[in-house]
C-alpha cells in the first residue's frame, strides 16, 4: 500500500479530524483513509455519522428558529 505524508494542515481541520476519529472510535488514519472513500464515491455514508456531525453542528447553533421565521425566510427567497 502507498503512504502519503500530508504538511501544512490547519489546525481547525486536525481537530475536526480528531473529533470525527474519536466520534467513529477509529484511528485518525483511518478516518482521513473513510473520508476519502466517501468523498470519492467508493463508500455510501454511513447514517450514523450524518447524524453525529448534524449533532455536532445542532450544538455549536446558538438560539432556535420558529416555524414563522422559516415561512418569512423561505418567502424573501421567492422574491
Not at 503512504?3 to 478516518?31: D, G, Y
Not at 483513509?33 to 455536532?56: P, V, Y
Request: charge should be positive.
Amino acid at each position: 500500500m502507498a503512504t502519503i505524508t500530508l504538511k501544512n494542515i490547519p489546525e481547525f481541520l486536525h481537530l475536526e479530524i480528531k473529533k470525527r476519529a474519536e466520534v467513529n472510535r477509529r484511528s485518525m488514519n483511518s478516518e482521513i483513509l473513510t473520508c476519502l472513500e466517501e468523498f470519492l464515491g467508493f463508500k455510501e455514508k454511513d447514517a450514523g455519522n450524518i447524524l453525529a456531525q448534524s449533532e455536532r453542528i445542532r450544538k455549536g447553533i446558538k438560539g432556535y428558529l420558529t416555524q414563522e421565521m422559516l415561512d418569512q425566510f423561505k418567502k424573501e427567497g421567492r422574491k
